[in-house]
C-alpha cells in the first residue's frame, strides 16, 4: 500500500477514536516489513502501524490484549481497520534501552541508570514467561507455536549456511557437523520449556517511557524455555556487556524468577551456557545472510562483535563434546584475514560520512565548522517550552532525565523531532550517496542548557541507532562536553 493511502487509513483510524491528527510522520523502519508512524494529535500522540502480514498481525493483537489483561507493559491496542492491516496503538515514545547502553558504551562505565532499567526489565521478564504463559493458547501465535528440536536445527543451520560456507577458509566435515547439531539440538530441547518465550527479547524493543520499561516486538513469541530470553538480553552483541555485569543481572533475573520456581529445580544453569551459544551462532547467520549476502552494513558491522562474543565465550566453556564445531569456532577465532574479508563489502559510501552534532547558545553565537564543508544544519529550538523557567532544572541539563522527561510529556516536541529527522535523514541519505565526508547539524536555545543539549543528544542517538555506518560526533559547547 502506498504510502500516501496507508497515512489516510491512518488519519481516519485517529479520528474514529475521537481524536484530530494534525501530523502524521513516518518512524524509521527497522528489520522488519511493518510501517510504522507517529500521530500527533490535540491531545498528545499515538503509533500507527500497517503491515500486509495478517497473521502476524492476528498474533500482535492476540498478544497484546493477553498480556494488558494481566497487567504487563506493553502498548495498548486502540483501534483496528476492517481489512485488519492497519492499527493504532498507545504512544511510548523514541527512547529505548538500547539508546541508554549506547550512551554508555560513549562514556565508558555503564551507569547507574541504566543498570537500574536493565534489572527493572529483567524483573519483569519472569512476569511475560509465567504469568503470561497461563491461558495463552499458542495456536493463535505466529508463525510456530513452539520452540522445538525443528526450530533449533534452523537456527544452527543458519549459521552453518550463511555464516560458515561463505568462507571458503574454513575448513570443516559437513557430515559430522549436521551429527552434532542433532545432538545439540537434543541437549536444547531437554531443557523443560513450558513457558512464554518472548523470542526477540533484546534492548532495541524495550522503550523507556518516563523511566519505565514498555516492551514491542512479541509477535513472534511462543512456547519455548526460559534461558533463551536472558541470553538474548545480556548477549546483545553490539551492547557489549561487560561479563560481571551480566552475571549480577542474572542473578537478578534469577531472584525473580524465584518467585515463581526454585531455578535449580529446572535445570537452569545446566544449560544456560548451550543458549549463549545458540542466540551467538543464530545472530550470526543472521548477520552473514543480511550482511555477507545481502550486503546491508550495519550486519557487516555486528559481525566482529558477535565474533568477539563468541571467541571469549569459547574460552569459557569449550565445546568438548561438540568437536566439529569447536573446529569451526577455532578456525573462526584464528582466521586472520576475516575483518578486512568483512570491510571489503563496505562500500566507501557507508564508511566514510561523520556527522557532528552541536549544541550551543546563541548568545555566545553559532558553532565554527572545521570540516570545511562550510556549515550546515542549525535548528532553533526557543520556540519550544523551556525547562530553564522551571526552578528544578536549573542547576541540571538536557541530558538528565529529568529535563528529557519534562520536553518528551509535550507534544511540541514530538513535531520538531519529526520535523529535523526528516531533513535530516534526507540529507545523510544524500551524502551516503554522493560519497560525502562530513554534516554538522547544530541545535540552539537560550543558553545552550537545556533544548539545544536534548535535542542534540535526541538526533545524535537517532543517526546512531538508523546509521550505523555514520560516525557521529557530538559537542555541546556551554557544557564543554565533546564525544
Known sequence: MPDFDIQNVLAQLTRSIGENPIDIKP?????????????VTEKGSLIGAYNANIEENEAFFYLTEHFGKIGLNVPKLLIVNEERNCYLQSDHGDETLFQHIQRTLTSGVYDDFTVALLRQVLEQLPRFQIEGHQGLDYSKVYPMPCFDKPAVMDDLDYFKYYFVKPHADIVFNETRLKAEFN??????????????????????????????PYFID??????????????????????????????ELLMHYKKALSAY?????????????YFVYLRLLQVLGAYGFRGLIQKKAH??????????????????????????????????????????????????????????????????????????????????????????????????TGRDWEVAEYLIEKPQTHVFLDHVKGIVGQSIDNYLE????????????????????????????????NYPSVQVKINHIEQHIHE
Request: charged share 20%.
Open 27 to 39: 518512524i524509521a523502519e527497522s528489520g522488519s516489513a511493518r510501517k510504522y508512524y507517529r500521530i
Open 299 to 396: 550486519f557487516i558491522e555486528s559481525i566482529p562483535y558477535a565474533l568477539n562474543e563468541l571467541k571469549v565465550w569459547n574460552e569459557k566453556y569449550p565445546l568438548k563434546d561438540y568437536p566439529e564445531l569447536q573446529n569451526i569456532i577455532s578456525q573462526l577465532s584464528s582466521l586472520t584475514s576475516l575483518l578486512s574479508h568483512l570491510t571489503s563489502h563496505l562500500s566507501p559510501s557507508t564508511s566514510h560520512l561523520t556527522v557532528t552534532v552541536n549544541s550551543f547558545s546563541f548568545k555566545k553565537g553559532y558553532p565554527d565548522d572545521f570540516s570545511g564543508n562550510g556549515g550546515g544544519f542549525v535548528f532553533d529550538c526557543r520556540a519550544l517550552p523551556n525547562p530553564g523557567r522551571e526552578p528544578q532544572f536549573k542547576t541540571k
Open 261 to 273: 520456581l526454585d531455578p535449580r529445580a529446572i535445570d537452569f544453569d545446566q544449560y544456560y551456557p
Open 183 to 212: 545432538r545439540f539440538a537434543d541437549f536444547i530441547g531437554q531443557a523443560k520449556n513450558d513457558f512464554f518465550m518472548y523470542r526477540d527479547f533484546q534492548s532495541r524493543n524495550i522503550m523507556i517511557d518516563h523511566g519505565t
Open 218 to 247: 512479541y509477535q513472534g513469541g511462543r512456547r519455548g524455555p526460559l534461558q533463551y530470553d536472558v541470553v538474548s538480553l545480556l548477549y546483545q552483541v553490539k551492547a557489549q556487556m561487560p561479563q560481571s555485569l551480566r552475571d
Open 434 to 465: 554522493r560519497h560525502f565526508n562530513n554534516l554538522m547539524v547544530s541545535f540552539g536555545c537560550t543558553g545552550g542548557q537545556h533544548r539545544s543539549v536534548f535535542f542534540a543528544q535526541s538526533i545524535a542517538d537517532w543517526i546512531k541507532a
